[in-house]
């Protein structure tokens, strides 16, 4: 299928709530981008230059495969290339362990290696190192600590080597020494920075040096109301002095959040930040930065008051080239013999979740995985195959055939966060069935009630087969629909609220499970998954 493009002001997409918005694209193609970059939950991003290219990182907390890794040669068209770690090397992790995993992850590269930093609220600090971005990450635990988060690592001119990071809700930064080599902590560190009066909640910092000076780029305030401050020294342990340098100010961008600071060969310099937009996650923006007086600006001062704010849009970053407009991928035809990068699971992934392009040629196979609920608590289930919804209103399509074994086995398409819906087709007591459900996070027994189904109609071959579809508006609103001819769809169920996951935005994607202790071999097959 190709893809659509749209130019479209967000104003439209905001009032034509009827009508799925196409896919989002920052690049304007008139030199011009509008903001955010990415209209996607890459929470806690940092970014890299390395020569004429750029890699960002960004947090996945408990979905698998972890911490993205992304690719861009001018900051605003990007695409997935890889992932951290393919899974957590912990039994916790093997179910869905909400709001864990890992938190705000920093890209640096030294000495010809790429090394990826984050901490797990639980499990510790744990640092990832290869040669190749888009390829494998040994990866390994340099702390078994708790409480700690957004580490960051700085080598200076001299040789030493530290690590700075935060703890939870403590509005403390620490320091500690390193090794040469990046991979071992040498101290218990030092309190860093602390001021509850100018600066609270202070977390997510980066480092850099320049003119003599030590830089902290630091996020206060807390997520949705917060601010981008800067730390500012002439010794790495300080004291230092702080400044708020990007605010909300007189616009509708809330946060501005924790992000990461590139200098381009131009001499440009660009901070890349998240919005806490809620239902749609943690999306990422793209500033303008420069110098003044030895310290940082940020954005635009629309309102005079001496602090940047949030640009809605500006000229692209200064690469010396024009590059082709690309946006992070979402369809999958499902023909290859690995998942789409973009493609995460709830839980450290199993071989027996699924079969892609084996066990039926051109399909993905996903088995109904034991889940011991009348219909299906979502929060217990690993094997939902998702990812983030990637614009503010979007529809997304696919084709199923279903093949249950025993009672309650069911597969379908789902809108997943602490509270989901799905449609899905499931194995009645005397026949199949096609249903729309919704569920909530919090409610353990009866999570999960259907609102509405049919009798499911099987084909001229025996099957049933059928087309599913999700329209999301652009205030999260969605609804779902079926079809046996892929042309002709009936809406199901009612419209109902797309909302935010634990620390995660929404996603959308697919699942099979059955509520049996006696393990089912049913299972689905799905031909394409499409995004439009």
């Known amino acids: 299928m190709q893809k659509r493009r749209f130019l479209l002001p967000l104003l439209v997409l905001i009032f034509c709530r009827s009508i799925p918005a196409l896919e989002w694209q920052a690049d304007l193609g008139d030199g011009q981008y509008q903001n955010p970059v990415l209209f996607a939950d890459y929470s806690d991003p940092d970014v890299i230059r390395v020569g004429d290219d750029f890699y960002m990182v960004s947090s996945s907390f408990n979905v698998m495969p972890g911490i ?16 951290v770690y393919q899974s957590l090397p912990f039994e916790k992790f093997d179910k869905p362990s ?48 708790e409480l700690w988060e957004d580490p960051t690592p700085f080598w200076d001119d001299d040789g030493n080597a530290y690590l700075i990071r935060g703890k939870v809700r403590a509005d403390i930064l620490y320091i500690h020494k390193m090794s040469a080599d990046g991979k071992q902590l040498l101290d218990d560190g030092k309190v860093l920075f602390k001021d509850l009066d100018k600066q609270p909640v202070i977390e997510g910092p980066k480092v850099l040096k320049k003119d003599g000076y030590y830089y902290i780029f ?38 501005p959040h924790q992000g990461g600071v590139v200098q381009l060969k131009s001499g440009e ?41 949030p ?30 990068l973009q493609w995460q699971w709830h839980a450290n992934p199993k071989p027996n979740w699924y079969s892609l392009n084996q066990a039926n040629p051109g399909h993905l196979r996903l088995y109904a995985e034991q889940n ?36 309650n086995d069911k597969a379908g398409l789902v809108i997943n966060g602490q509270k989901w819906g799905y449609i899905a087709l499931y194995q009645a007591k005397d026949d199949v069935r096609l249903g729309v459900f919704k569920g909530h996070y919090e409610q353990y027994d009866d999570a999960t009630q259907e609102l509405s189904s049919v009798k499911a109609q099987q084909n001229a071959q025996g099957d049933y087969q059928y087309y599913l579809r999700v329209k ?32 995660i935005g929404a996603k959308v994607g697919i699942f099979a499970l059955s509520p049996n202790i006696q393990r089912s071999q049913g299972y689905a097959d799905f031909d394409w998954f499409r995004m439009q």
Not at 70 to 80: A, E, R, T, Y
């Open 372 to 407: 011991l609920t009348q219909f299906g608590n979502l929060r217990f289930v690993g094997n939902q195959l998702l990812q983030k919804f990637s614009s503010p209103g979007f529809s997304a399509t696919t084709k199923i055939n279903f093949h249950p074994s025993q009672l």
């Open 269 to 309: 310099w660009w901070f890349m930040h998240f919005q806490d937009r809620g239902l749609y996650g943690r999306i990422v923006h793209l500033q303008p930065m420069g110098w003044k007086d030895g310290w940082p600006y940020m954005g635009e001062d629309q309102n005079n008051d001496g602090i940047g704010e």
């Open 98 to 145: 909400h709001g864990n995993g890992s938190w705000a992850p920093t890209i640096r590269y030294h000495n010809g290696t790429f090394y990826v930093y984050f901490c797990t609220p639980q499990t510790g600090l744990f640092v990832a190192t290869s040669k190749d971005p888009a390829g494998s990450w040994d990866l390994q635990q340099m702390a078994a600590v």
């Open 472 to 503: 999301v508006d652009a205030d999260g609103k969605y609804r779902f629909s079926y079809s046996q001819d892929g042309e002709q769809f009936t809406d199901m169920g009612e419209q109902l609220q797309a909302t935010a996951g634990v620390w």
């Open 218 to 255: 630091a996020p206060a305030g807390g997520v949705k109301v917060g601010w981008q401050a800067v730390l500012r020294a002439k010794n790495i342990y300080g004291p230092y002095q702080s400044k708020t340098i990007l605010h909300k100010g007189n616009t509708e961008i809330n946060g």
């Open 68 to 83: 993205p890794v992304l690719h861009s040669k001018d900051m605003v068209n990007w695409q997935i290339i890889g992932h």
């Open 311 to 340: 640009v809605a849009r500006y000229k692209k970053p200064d690469v010396g080239h024009n590059y082709p407009i690309t946006t992070p991928q979402t369809s999958d035809e499902f023909n290859q013999d690995k998942l789409g």
